[in-house]
C-alpha cells in the first residue's frame, strides 16, 4: 500500500469525504500527516502553498510527511519540500454548475454573495457584485482554478487552457470526479494499493435537500460561461477519468467492483447506524458527532448505534466523524501536549 500522498482538497466537491478516507487510512497505519501551524484545518488559504505553513518544517531538518491533505492552495515546488519526491498526488473535480451552485449557499457571507438575493441575481449582472480584488472572491468564480493554483480571472484563450490543463495534468497522478464518486474509489483503491474497507466512506459534509433547487436552463449556461476555466478543467478530466476506467480496468470490472463497494457500504450503514443513513443537524443526539454548520446550508450528520462493542464502535465512530472533530483529534495524538 502507497502512504506517501498528496490530496489537492478542492472546495464543495465531496472532498470532505475523501479526507475521512485519508484520515482513517493514516490513523490506522500511524502515518504523520502535514497539519498546518496552530492545528487548523486550512493551511493559510487562500494564499498559495508554503512548507513553513507546516507544523515540524524546517528548511535545515527538511522531515517529510505522509499526508498533506488540508485545504491549500496548491503550489507544487513547495508541496515537494515536505512530502517525499515518491509521493502520489490526486484530486477530486465536480460539475462548475453544482460546485457554483452549492458555493453560493455555503459561502453566503462572502462579499461577492452577500448581497445578492438568489444565485439568478448574482448571474444577471455579476460585476456588479463581484470584485476581483476582494480578498474572498476566489468563492465566487472559476473556484477550482483558484484551488490548483492559477488566476480565476485570467482570459479564457485556447492556448492558456491548454497550458493549465497540462500543467495539472503533469502534477497530478489521478483526477477523481465527485459525480463518480464510487468509481471514484475503485480507481483510488488500484493506485494506492490499498483495500476495499480503506475506500469504504459515508457522505459527509453533505447539505439537506431543503436548501437546494433546480436550476433553469438559462442560469446553467451563464454559470458554465462565467465559470469557465473551470468548466475547461472539468470537461477535459472528466472525459480522461473515463478513458482512464477503459484503459486500466474496463467498464465490466468496474460495475462489479462498484457493486461490492456499495455492498459493504451499505452492510457497514447497517452495522454502524440509526435509522437508515444521515440526519438533520438537530437531530444527531451526540454533539461531538455535529458538523460544523456554514452559511445558508444545513449540514446533515449521523447517529451511531447504541450497544455496539469497542472495536466495531470505534470503526463506526471514525467513519461518521466530521472533518474538524478528527482533524483536531489527529492534531492532538500527533503533537501530544507536554505535561507542565
Known sequence: PKTDIVF??????ASSTVMNVLFRFGETHNLTFAFPIGGGNQLFYPHHFLARFVRGFSPKSPRRFNILCHHMRFLQPEVQKVVSSSAVY??????????????????????AFSRARSLEEFLSQ???????????SHYARNLMTFDFGFNPDGEVSAERVQLMLKAIE?????????EYFDESM???????????????????NIRDSSTKAPLSDTVVEKIKDWNRLDWEIYTHFNRTFWERIDRDIGRERMQREVKTLRERQAELARTCLQG?????????????LRPLQHGN????????????DKETERMCRRLV????????????????????
Open 276 to 288: 437508515t443513513g444521515s440526519v438533520a443537524p438537530k437531530d444527531i443526539k451526540d454533539s461531538s
Open 297 to 308: 446550508a444545513k449540514i446533515l450528520g449521523y447517529n451511531l448505534k447504541q450497544g455496539l
Open 170 to 178: 503533469v502534477s497530478f497522478d489521478l483526477l477523481l470526479i465527485s
Open 321 to 340: 466523524t466530521p472533518e474538524l472533530q478528527y482533524n483536531s483529534a489527529l492534531y492532538k495524538k500527533q503533537f501530544p501536549q507536554k505535561r507542565p
Open 186 to 204: 475503485v480507481l483510488l483503491k488500484e493506485m494506492l494499493c490499498w483495500d476495499l474497507d480503506s475506500v469504504v466512506s459515508f457522505p459527509l
Open 126 to 136: 455579476p460585476y456588479h457584485y463581484y470584485n476581483p480584488a476582494d480578498s474572498d
Open 8 to 13: 489537492l482538497k478542492v472546495h464543495k466537491s
Open 90 to 111: 490526486f484530486s477530486i473535480l465536480r460539475n462548475p454548475v453544482q460546485l457554483m451552485e452549492s458555493s453560493f449557499m455555503y459561502y453566503k457571507g462572502t462579499s
